[in-house]
């Protein structure tokens, strides 16, 4: 029994070690590749920005944003805005898990992402990616 315990603990050691040194390397490369990635899908960022920016009147009630996440979603939009400053895939996941997480928390804290529906979590997100001025995605 004990001998599992400390084996446990040696795994989890070893998982945060490899999450520790994968992050470090994605941000050691992080601008290198991002400037790369940048220029060659350039266009194809200048047309999604270009179609988000031609749907900035749209409103929560269009796109069927329920009432209740509307006080959150100014919240959720400034870490939204966060996602480029992120320098390895974790740390983006991350970063969207907290964009979910506050724009579908109740101000009583009665409701969690796993009781949200699909289609309210799309209209959600579909609202921020709207109303987030992201210039590279």
């Known amino acids: 029994m004990c001998l599992q315990k400390l084996l446990a603990k040696q795994e989890l050691k070893m998982t945060l ?6 992050i470090y390397i994605h941000h050691g490369i992080h601008d290198l590749i991002f400037n ?3 220029t060659y899908e350039a266009s194809q960022d200048a047309s999604f920005n270009k179609i988000t920016r031609s749907l900035q009147e749209l409103q929560q009630n269009d796109l069927g944003v329920k009432p209740e996440f509307s006080i959150n ?6 870490e939204l ?3 480029n400053q992120q ?5 983006k996941v991350l970063c969207l898990r907290r964009v979910l997480l506050t724009a579908t928390q109740t101000p009583r804290h009665t409701m969690n992402i796993e009781a949200v529906s699909a289609d309210d979590l799309l209209s959600v997100v579909l609202y921020l990616l709207v109303k ?3 210039p590279n995605w």
């Open 87 to 91: 320098t390895s895939p974790l740390l």
């Open 132 to 134: 987030t001025e992201i």
């Open 17 to 22: 070690l490899k999450q520790a040194v994968g």
């Open 36 to 38: 790369i990635v940048g």
């Open 73 to 78: 979603l100014s919240r959720a939009k400034r």
């Open 81 to 83: 805005s966060q996602l």
